[in-house]
């Protein structure tokens, strides 16, 4: 799954303006980003720049006031929200900086909670979720609480579930802020795996500068503009 | 490639299958968010329980008002009733001309029609001690109106044949200070004897009925301008085929005088007298009511709290594409099985208070339908105690996961 790709997600002149009126506030002003599959993606720039806006709309959770967005060259700006909703449970995975686990369910019942959203059958989705679980690392707390594992199991445990729908795109928000240096380097790992040997696109919104050169390409913003994509080494 | 990760790999690559119709993880879900704040799930019990127990005895003896309130007239074995005109309750009898049940005779369709008197009397223990009584007289070959669920001493026509013999009921034995068969006491200053006793014929107003035959009963009935040949009701019995209905409109056109009802008709103008007139059903029906309101507040509150607590959650189920059905029915199972353990503790407490009570004059009574009826209202009352939940499940922004 190497070599060139074509995009996976295009974004075509976004805009997002916030409020109406003498209260609105442009979040976003025309962006224009490619995103391909294989590729690890930061998404870099101070708080309040709009890098977590883009990462919304690029993940069919916000709706654009400008500009469209292509999956696939499909355009998906306009979708409802239900549409939306099937689009995100087919084709991205989401790992929260908190993690958001169920804390009353076990690890793979975590995961396979995704795979029941999508109404698989239960009994293959708990073989599979166990199997994400091992792919991830975790093979030994399949059955454990999220309050008996570390912040680097639960971020795994995350990875797992966004991996459930067997998704072409994951998005990340902060997914190292909650872990030390080693965690973070291992997440980072784990995410480049995914991406160059699985083909999937890995975006990430961050602020640690110990991982910057894990990235294939870092894109800054600022003030929601986008200052430069430079190709990391 | 290690061998967990060759093994993951191959599971992974297997087509998943999606099926129409299967069981989801909402349940389970659902049970782990209650169960896993115990002390929120006891509140929520325990609210559900309180309200189930107070509704269950509440309608319970609601239940029992309207069996001892008509309770003559339910086993009198009559179809039709003709009574007094304006008649308020069966307790309630005033005189009636004889001559009514020979009109009733006369009448086409009707089989047999009887005399019955109903009327108040002292009863008197040989320590002096006076008791309030319903003397009811019956002709010992009486078809209708006669004693039932005798348990010990003569039967009802031996009973009835023997002079100055008395039927009483073993729930107010006590009260009546009867201990045993052959002992004498006094109705009105005549001397009686009993010679029988039946289980189970409550009364309402808590006079007990004693059962007589129809000439002892007048015999005592001193109250009664011409006791020789009063009565206060005809139960009558339709010969077969005759419709109830067509006879009854025959009797109130001959006798337009008096009130000409059927058993169902006598039965609810007699329980709807003591409930609605008097005020006490409106008191039982308003303080069950009172209860599931108290029962829904405090499901709904204790689940408002369960629910924003998991709100991070929910977004999160949101945010990847999880449908709001998905996250409506992980709080409506959750209202469910919350209303369901409460409502298995309340109504164990319901049937025990029957148990336990099943010898007092006016227990409270709990017949299949009203535990059924009962469980269903409380897991509707739930269901309905988790719509403020799902108003804010509604309005949750995916985006917020991301905050």
Redesign the interface.
């Known amino acids: 799954m190497n070599g060139p790709r074509a995009p996976v997600i295009r974004a075509v002149g976004v805009g997002h303006v916030f409020g109406t009126g003498e209260t609105a506030f442009t979040a976003l002003h025309a962006i224009d980003l490619d995103i391909r599959g294989g590729e690890v993606l930061l998404l870099m720039g101070p708080s309040g720049s709009g890098k977590?806006t883009l990462?919304?709309i690029l993940g069919a959770?916000?709706t654009p006031t400008s500009g469209e967005v292509f999956l696939r060259e499909k355009p998906i700006a306009q979708l409802s929200e239900?549409e939306r909703?099937?689009?995100?449970?087919?084709r991205?995975g989401?790992i929260?900086?908190?993690y958001?686990?169920?804390?009353?369910?076990t690890a793979t019942?975590n995961v396979?909670?995704?795979?029941?959203?999508?109404?698989?059958?239960?009994r293959?989705?708990r073989?599979?979720a166990?199997?994400?679980l091992?792919?991830v690392g975790l093979?030994e707390k399949l059955d454990a609480f999220p309050n008996a594992m570390s912040g680097g199991q639960k971020q795994r445990v995350a990875i797992a579930?966004a991996l459930a729908?067997?998704p072409e795109i994951l998005m990340a928000?902060e997914p190292t802020a909650a872990l030390d240096a080693q965690g973070g380097l291992g997440a980072m790992e784990l995410f480049r795996r995914l991406a160059h040997e699985q083909g999937r696109a890995v975006v990430i919104v961050t602020h640690d500068p110990r991982i910057l050169s894990l990235a294939d390409r870092i894109v800054r913003i600022e003030d929601g503009w986008i200052v430069n994509t430079p190709e990391a080494s | 490639m290690s061998r967990?990760?060759a093994?993951?790999?191959k599971?992974?690559a297997?087509r998943?299958?999606?099926?129409l119709w299967?069981?989801?993880?909402t349940g389970?879900?659902a049970w782990?968010?209650l169960?896993?704040d115990r002390m929120r799930l006891a509140v929520t019990v325990i609210g559900i329980a309180f309200a189930t127990l107070l509704t269950g005895i509440q309608l319970g003896m609601l239940v029992n008002f309207t069996h001892t309130t008509a309770n003559l007239v339910d086993h009198g074995g009559a179809d039709l009733w003709i009574a007094a005109h304006g008649i308020k309750t069966v307790d309630l009898a005033t005189p009636l001309e004889e001559r009514r049940r020979f009109q009733a005779l006369a009448t086409e369709g009707v089989a047999s029609a009887e005399p019955y008197l109903l009327n108040f009397g002292i009863w008197k223990k040989p320590n002096g001690v006076r008791e309030t009584i319903f003397v009811v007289g019956v002709e010992p070959d009486a078809l209708m109106g006669l004693p039932w669920n005798l348990v010990d001493g003569l039967k009802p026509r031996d009973a009835l044949l023997t002079p100055d013999g008395v039927i009483v009921d073993t729930l107010y034995a006590k009260k009546l200070g009867v201990d045993r068969i052959g002992q004498t006491f006094e109705i009105n200053d005549h001397r009686v004897r009993v010679v029988g006793f039946t289980k189970g014929v409550r009364t309402f107003t808590q006079s007990p009925y004693v059962f007589t035959s129809l000439r002892k009963a007048r015999s005592v009935a001193v109250s009664l301008r011409n006791p020789d040949k009063a009565i206060t009701y005809v139960p009558i019995r339709v010969a077969p085929g005759a419709p109830v209905e067509t006879v009854r409109a025959r009797l109130a056109a001959h006798m337009p005088d008096v009130d000409v009802m059927t058993t169902p008709e006598f039965s609810s103008r007699s329980s709807n007298y003591w409930l609605f007139s008097t005020g006490a059903g409106l008191t039982i029906v308003s303080s069950s009511i009172l209860a599931l309101f108290v029962g829904v507040v405090i499901a709904a509150q204790t689940l408002y709290a369960s629910t924003m607590d998991r709100l991070?959650?929910y977004?999160?189920?949101?945010?990847?594409?999880?449908?709001r059905s998905?996250l409506y029915r992980i709080v409506i199972t959750q209202a469910l099985i919350g209303g369901a353990i409460g409502y298995v503790f309340g109504m164990a407490g319901v049937l025990t208070v029957v148990w336990l009570s099943r010898e007092a004059s006016a227990p409270p009574e709990a017949p299949l339908w009203l535990i059924l009826g009962i469980g269903g209202v409380m897991e509707a009352m739930c269901v309905l105690a988790s719509i403020i939940s799902l108003r804010k499940i509604t309005k949750i922004n995916?985006?917020e996961?991301?905050?």
């Open positions: 977590t990462l919304h959770l916000l239900e909703g099937a689009l995100r449970l087919k991205f989401f929260f900086q908190s958001n686990l169920f804390p009353m369910l019942e396979l909670v995704a795979f029941d959203l999508a109404r698989a059958d239960l293959e989705g073989e599979k166990r199997a994400l091992r792919q093979g579930r729908g067997d928000d | 967990d990760e093994l993951a790999s599971i992974l297997a998943p299958s999606v099926r299967r069981t989801d993880l389970l879900i782990r968010n169960a896993h991070p959650e977004a999160t189920l949101r945010a990847m594409g999880g449908s998905y995916p985006t996961v991301f905050r």
